[in-house]
Each structure stands twice: as structure tokens, then as C-alpha cells.
């Protein structure tokens, strides 16, 4: 089946530094894919859609200088947390659709401790 | 109101129950409805995936959609220890942009 790879399963950084985050789809082409956040013990919260080749499209109340995402290729979206603090401390997933009539499949997730 | 409601749990079965989640939602626009397991810190996986009402069954699993009531239920026969984790519900309109519930931590007790 179509999977997504999600690389570092987890990170901790120091306060105002910056962590990039990758999702890799490995046997299909993403033209879309998804980022999004949890906190423990919450659902799934979308941060923003990542278009291959444009602009990604933010969700409101999140800060698009701060969470920068490219999507550079057909396989490829990055999520950078930029100067990151210990509030932004969180479980962030990609997710991408598998053709019109799959479902999306979620990468494994990457854990971001912030100290 | 939010748009899909989902019990939070938690929810604790013996062995071999059969256990009952559901989700309820407000949008009429959903069309796809979808549930995932999710293991602790990790990615969700998906379940089930179905378009429109209907029931659709796999293996242990059975997912039911009732569009004029906006809700759906899963369906779990024959629990196991491994399924113990939180399912979340999600759903989708034509535009493809999934909303969640806020998942149901269940529990199966060997």
C-alpha cells in the first residue's frame, strides 16, 4: 500500500533555533499533502495544505512566517518550524491522498520537544 | 458546535467484546468518512474508508454511514489486546479536506 515516510521521528531543539521536518511519499506522487499538529490526548489539528509547486494554504490561526512549508516536488513536503520555542512543543504529522478514491495515509509522525 | 463529535472514552472491553464507536456530524457537504487507529505517538492508520452511506465490512471491522442521520459507527467484533489504542473518525467533502473527531481511547482488557 502507498506509504509516507515522516523523518525525524522525533527532535529536541533548543529554544530559537529552527527544525525542519520532512514527508516523503515512497511509491505515489502527492500533488497534496497535509500538515498537521496534536497535542496529547487531542485530535488531529490542520495547520496547512501543501500544494506541490504553490503556495501552501494556512489555516487560520497559524502563523505562515513561522511554520514554513515547501513543496518542492511530487514526493516532497517540508514543514520548518522557525525560531521555535517551547510552545510549539508538539506530535506533527503529514498525510498525503492516494487517488481520488483512496483514503490518506499518514506519515508516523515527528515528536518536537523545544528546551 | 463542532462539526464531527466523537466520545473522548475512555472506553475499557474485555477480550473478545464487541465494541461500538460513533461519530456524529453537522456538515451535510461530507461525503467520505473515514476512521483511523492510532497507536501512541504515532501517525494514524487508516481503518476504513467509505463514500456515501452504506456499511462496508473487513475482517473484524465493519463501518456503518447513515447520511440522513449524520452518523456513523464502527464496529469492532471479537476485540483483541492489540486494539487497544484511540480511533478517530474523520470525513471529508469534495473539496478533500479532512476533519476529525476528537478520537475515543478504548481499551481491550485480556
Known amino acids: 500500500g502507498a506509504v509516507v515516510s515522516q523523518h525525524p521521528s522525533w527532535v529536541i531543539c533548543k529554544s530559537g533555533t529552527s527544525v525542519k521536518i520532512e514527508c516523503r511519499s515512497l511509491?505515489?506522487?502527492?500533488?497534496?499533502m497535509f500538515w498537521y499538529r496534536q497535542f496529547p490526548k487531542q485530535s488531529l489539528m490542520l495547520m496547512a495544505t501543501?500544494?506541490?509547486?504553490?503556495?501552501?494554504?494556512?489555516e487560520q490561526g497559524v502563523e505562515k512566517d513561522k511554520f514554513l512549508i515547501n513543496h518542492a516536488s511530487l514526493t516532497l513536503s517540508t514543514l520548518t518550524v522557525t525560531s521555535a520555542h517551547p510552545e510549539d512543543s508538539s506530535f506533527y504529522i503529514c498525510?498525503?491522498?492516494?487517488?481520488?478514491?483512496?483514503?490518506?495515509?499518514f506519515g508516523s509522525g515527528t515528536r518536537l520537544t523545544v528546551v | 458546535q463542532k462539526e464531527v463529535e466523537q466520545d473522548p472514552g475512555p472506553l475499557s472491553v474485555p477480550e473478545g467484546a464487541i465494541v461500538s464507536l460513533n461519530c456524529t456530524y453537522s456538515?451535510?457537504?461530507?461525503?467520505?468518512f473515514m476512521w483511523y487507529r492510532q497507536y501512541s505517538r504515532k501517525g494514524p492508520e487508516l481503518l476504513m474508508y467509505?463514500?456515501?452511506?452504506g456499511n462496508k465490512e473487513d475482517g473484524r471491522f465493519t463501518a456503518q454511514v447513515d447520511k440522513s442521520s449524520k452518523y456513523i459507527s464502527l464496529f469492532i467484533r471479537d476485540s483483541q489486546p492489540s486494539d487497544s489504542a484511540t480511533y478517530l473518525c474523520a470525513m471529508s467533502s469534495a473539496a478533500r479536506q479532512l476533519t476529525f473527531g476528537s478520537g475515543t481511547q478504548l481499551t481491550v482488557l485480556p
Open positions: 498525510s498525503a491522498t492516494v487517488g481520488r478514491e483512496g483514503g490518506y495515509t
Open positions: 511509491d505515489f506522487q502527492a500533488t497534496t
Open positions: 467509505t463514500y456515501s452511506s
Open positions: 501543501s500544494n506541490e509547486g504553490s503556495k501552501a494554504t494556512y
Open positions: 456538515n451535510s457537504a461530507f461525503q467520505y
